[in-house]
């Protein structure tokens, strides 16, 4: 048995050196929102098929804490880094689905009510084309 802790314990410490490869796909473009508005707003995008746009086929509840980084303050614009020229090339059938929705509704109102009463202030659905034609601008509102 011991004879073989020695070569297990090399090829454990060459995968760990060696990592997982990557299933990130590097960002090859850039959305800019930009929120006109006095309040706080929290953006999340989707890649659906135009016939699926309901909030119950979110991949999870929206939270404070699941969306911290998706927040823009108020007269203000962020950009948020991604591979929305990829994807859209790749699905031609899908759109971008961009919701926004009040920081202070995300804060205080039940996933479920948001849901059924659909409290969202805004939703694009955006082609490739669109994006370019919009160059990469959301505005709102």
Do not use: H
Not at 44 to 54: R, V
Not at 67 to 77: C, K, L, Y
Request: aromatic share 14%.
């Amino acid at each position: 048995m011991k004879k073989y802790v020695f070569p297990l314990s090399l090829i454990s410490i060459i995968f760990l050196c060696a990592g997982c490869p990557e299933s990130f796909i590097e960002p090859d473009s850039k959305l800019i929102i930009m929120n006109n508005s006095d309040k706080k707003i929290i953006f999340f995008d989707q890649f659906n098929s135009p016939k699926d746009t309901l909030l119950s086929n979110f991949p999870f509840n929206l939270t404070l804490e699941n969306t911290n980084s998706r927040i823009i303050g108020p007269n203000s614009s962020a950009t948020f880094p991604g591979s929305y020229k990829g994807i859209l090339n790749d699905y031609q059938d899908d759109i971008l689905m961009l919701y926004l929705f009040s920081r202070d509704t995300i804060e205080r109102v039940s996933w479920d009510r948001i849901v059924d009463e659909y409290l969202i202030l805004r939703r694009y659905d955006l082609t490739l084309k669109d994006l370019e034609d919009m160059n990469w601008t959301i505005t709102y509102p």
